[in-house]
């Protein structure tokens, strides 16, 4: 067992305790006891001060790419399934250390993200817990052979249904699809749609068939639209939103919007010459993306955590810039950024049970800031002092 004592916590992140400090019991890799300070009842082997540290449930981040750099992708597409694997699990481990103990990867070559989710839960390696998709479900289209290896075509319900199949005997947690045109394709068209509405309910009722869910980029206001008719369960992006989704998504508990500002931000200032076309539709996206996402959070939608970390510009351990961007661009106040990297993020992904909050029971994932959150957002970013993941201090 190990005693974290001395904790500043935010009563808003815990379940079950109100106060401002506690002490924190793990044993093994879940919490056994939250205290008031001192007042821990057992003996343990190892006893951590955190001197009035702000302890917070580990971060989650629902938007990665962990076989892409956040370098040129080009650069990426030329490596070999080897080493893209090697680079994976560092990738892995620089969003661990950056106080992420939870990753969603959204799409990854070779199986790569599947293979590192079962070898780190086996223990082979430490990292993160990861979720996976396999590979990303697309219509055929022009630039899908920009990133070779990442996409499985699919063109009727038929190919849909045995693709849906396919990805979760590979062990997929979910089903990812391309809604709309992408940024990063050459040639994609961010706010056109490339799927129909019945595609996407046949891909969605596949999905549920095997109990699992469908995961959609989609840019454009129609593709977000007809996501949110078909009971896709995250829209990522969702960059040109509509008052009118926006009220379909109000009380809806079946669909929620992950928005992915850092991408989007860095790409209309920093961008590899090879990546300009990418730039050039952020830029028509950016204002779009301020407004919509802004309404949304005023609408009171539970809004996920994700800063599309791999896709260039944005490296891994960068997660955490996203925190003060939210709160800078959108005027988001610091404890419901907080929330959609903890508590709100654990819900949509339904594993709140086990992560989200410090409680007792849940897994012993958190990590140490040396400075109020909430006075200073960017704490989350530059003030990392330690974390800890599945009871054991990683960093």
Not at 53 to 71: A, E, K, N
Not at 219 to 242: P, R
Not at 318 to 332: H, I, K, P, T, V
Request: aromatic letters at 8%; a negative charge.
């Amino acid at each position: 067992m190990i005693l974290f004592k001395n904790c500043s916590v935010l009563p808003e992140l815990m379940d079950g305790f109100s106060e401002a400090k506690c002490d924190i019991l793990t044993d093994g890799k879940r919490i056994k006891g939250i205290y008031k300070c001192g007042e821990c009842p057992f003996e343990s082997e190892t006893v951590i001060d955190e001197d009035g540290r702000f302890v917070l449930p580990g971060f989650i981040d629902m938007h990665v790419h962990l076989t892409l750099s956040g370098d040129d992708t080009r650069i990426d597409n030329e490596k070999s399934g080897v080493q893209r694997g090697y680079d994976a699990l560092k990738y892995a481990q620089d969003a661990l250390n950056a106080g992420f103990t939870v990753l969603r990867d959204v799409g990854a070559t070779h199986n790569i993200a599947i293979n590192l989710r079962n070898s780190i839960n086996k223990g082979d390696f430490v990292g993160p817990t990861i979720y996976a998709c396999g590979l990303i479900l697309t219509p055929t289209e022009i630039g899908n052979d920009f990133l070779p290896g990442l996409y499985s075509e699919v063109d009727t319900p038929d190919e849909i249904i045995k693709a849906v199949r396919q990805e979760v005997a590979k062990g997929a947690d979910y089903i990812k699809v391309m809604g709309s045109g992408s940024a990063q394709n050459p040639g994609g068209e961010p706010g056109k749609p490339i799927i129909t509405l019945e595609d996407l309910k046949v891909m969605v009722e596949a999905a549920a068939f095997k109990d699992t869910y469908v995961a959609a980029h989609c840019h454009g206001a129609t593709a977000i639209h007809n996501a949110i008719l078909a009971g896709v369960h995250t829209i990522e992006h969702a960059s040109y939103l509509t008052d009118e989704s926006i009220e379909l998504l109000k009380g809806n508990t079946d669909s929620y919007i992950i928005p992915t500002l850092l991408i989007v931000w860095k790409l209309t200032a920093d961008v590899a010459e090879s990546s300009a076309y990418m730039g050039e539709k952020a830029r028509e996206m950016l204002n779009a993306v301020k407004t919509g996402i802004r309404k949304a959070y005023d609408a009171g939608l539970t809004l996920g955590f994700g800063p599309d970390t791999g896709i260039d510009p944005v490296h891994h351990g960068q997660n955490s810039e996203e925190f003060a961007l939210r709160r800078d661009f959108w005027g988001m106040k610091e404890i419901d950024i907080l929330k959609q990297a903890t508590i709100n993020s654990a819900k949509i992904m339904g594993i709140d049970k086990d992560y989200g909050t410090l409680a007792v029971g849940k897994f012993a994932d958190f990590v140490v800031l040396d400075r109020n959150p909430l006075k200073d957002i960017a704490a989350a970013h530059d003030g990392v002092v330690s974390v800890v993941k599945w009871g054991k201090v990683v960093r």
